[in-house]
């Protein structure tokens, strides 16, 4: 197995038995571990980085730094705690401005707010997106969460 957390392997430094991974249903994990540095690590992990865990080549989990804890026993030695979120909680993190959409479908709408807001270099994708109902409303929406939008424009598309 293969720690990264910002393209830095920290599998050296991981502390046995400390690395946990929860699904909490399809849409929702969590991983937590504790690392043990030496004056001469790689580098700390910082809160937002990516974090990926792989075994034989293949990605086994993969989210986002959402919190960290360092305790220093020494000047050479400390115990760093970490909490991640999985990347299928990733639209919570994504703010979005206002926005106003002139007459289209909730299909369109959600492809629109996908292709135009959300920022193309942190290569996410669009997956399949029912045409739903063929119904078109104007929408405008308050700075929110990408999350609570898509949500929304999912309830209207039936």
Not at 87 to 101: A, D, K, S, V
Request: net charge negative; glycine share 10%; hydrophobic share 40%.
């Amino acid at each position: 197995m293969i720690l990264t957390i910002g393209g830095i392997d920290h599998t050296a430094a991981l502390q046995e038995g400390s690395l946990v991974i929860r699904h909490y249903g399809s849409l929702r994990s969590s991983f937590s571990a504790a690392l043990s540095f030496r004056q001469n690590h790689n580098g700390m992990p910082a809160v937002g980085e990516e974090i990926l865990i792989q075994q034989d080549g293949s990605v086994v989990w993969g989210g986002i730094l959402v919190e960290l804890e360092a305790e220093c026993h020494s000047t050479e030695t400390a115990t760093v705690v970490l909490r991640g979120q999985g990347y299928e909680q990733i639209l919570q993190r994504y703010c979005l401005p206002g926005i106003e959409l002139a007459s289209m479908t909730p299909t369109a709408a959600a492809k629109h707010i996908f292709n135009n807001y959300l920022d193309a270099q942190d290569g996410l994708t669009l997956g399949t997106v029912e045409s739903g109902l063929a119904q078109q409303n104007e929408y405008e929406f308050y700075p929110a969460k990408a999350s609570s939008v898509f949500d929304y424009l999912a309830g209207e598309n039936g």
